[in-house]
């Protein structure tokens, strides 16, 4: 698993490390003293601390603290990753060209730099059957997208039954695809199956998407190629209490 290790490298070669490990499909991690600068749909500026550096090999790229499991600032997926020497600091920088975002992480010093070799052998796949999962998904719909509003489940269109047929907070008709583990190309067919049913019988636009643990790299450019959307469900609600309450007779 373990490809390199550096322990304080130099600035030199912490870039020849980045340089040479950062398009290689490995996993790298860097801790040290990071200043990073966010531009996109706002600005911000995390002041030089103490941080982990996580770059996965999906070219998301995550910037955590001492504290809490949120990061700092993150990267969900990139288009371009490069680093360089500006004024004797390796700078890492992070682009999405849509919505255009950048994120500049400066590393001022590096204690340790990492490059894993993960096999991703293990899917994520949740307990129960696909109807406990669409059954939580329909009491709580927001999980999927806050003001997710669902009209129907298992709603019968031409070429089988809708998971969860809903409205968004916009009054747009959502068709939705639920699956338990990773989604493939079948469910993005399926998905857009169930989309186009419904745009023939409706009017307005009407939106697509597939809900899952994870999907794979073909399917999500075929899911995008369509105009479909992927929400990354990892965790389903809790029933409510009354579920557990004994019947009585």
Not at 72 to 82: C, E, F, M
Not at 136 to 145: F, G, K, N, Q
Not at 169 to 186: M, N, S, T
Request: with cysteine.
């Amino acid at each position: 698993m373990l490809r390199c290790v550096l322990t304080c490298p130099t600035p030199p070669d912490l870039l020849g490390f980045l340089r040479d490990h950062l398009h290689g499909g490995a996993t790298l991690h860097l801790a040290g003293e990071l200043e990073v600068v966010y531009q996109g749909r706002a600005a911000s500026m995390a002041e030089a601390g103490d941080r982990l550096l996580l770059i996965k090999p999906d070219g998301s790229v995550q910037v955590h603290g001492p504290r809490g499991v949120k990061p700092v600032n993150w990267q969900p997926r990139t288009d371009h990753l490069s680093a360089a020497l500006e004024d004797g600091c390796v700078v890492l920088h992070a682009e999405r060209r849509s919505p255009v975002e950048v994120v500049r992480v400066r590393v001022l010093s590096c204690a340790l730099a990492s490059a894993l070799d993960m096999v991703e052998d293990a899917r994520l796949v949740f307990s129960g059957t696909e109807a406990q999962m669409q059954s939580a998904l329909a009491r709580a719909p927001h999980v999927i997208e806050p003001g997710l509003v669902v009209l129907d489940r298992e709603l019968l269109v031409g070429v089988g039954g809708i998971d969860l047929y809903a409205r968004d907070r916009a009054g747009r008709y959502v068709v939705v695809e639920l699956k338990r583990g990773k989604a493939g190309h079948e469910a993005v067919h399926q998905l857009a199956r169930y989309v186009q049913a419904v745009r023939t019988q409706v009017p307005g636009t009407v939106r697509g998407i597939l809900a899952a643990p994870d999907i794979t790299t073909p399917a999500r450019v075929a899911l995008e190629a369509a105009g479909l959307e992927f929400v990354e469900v990892s965790a389903l609600p809790l029933p409510e209490e009354r579920d557990f309450q004994p019947l009585l007779f």
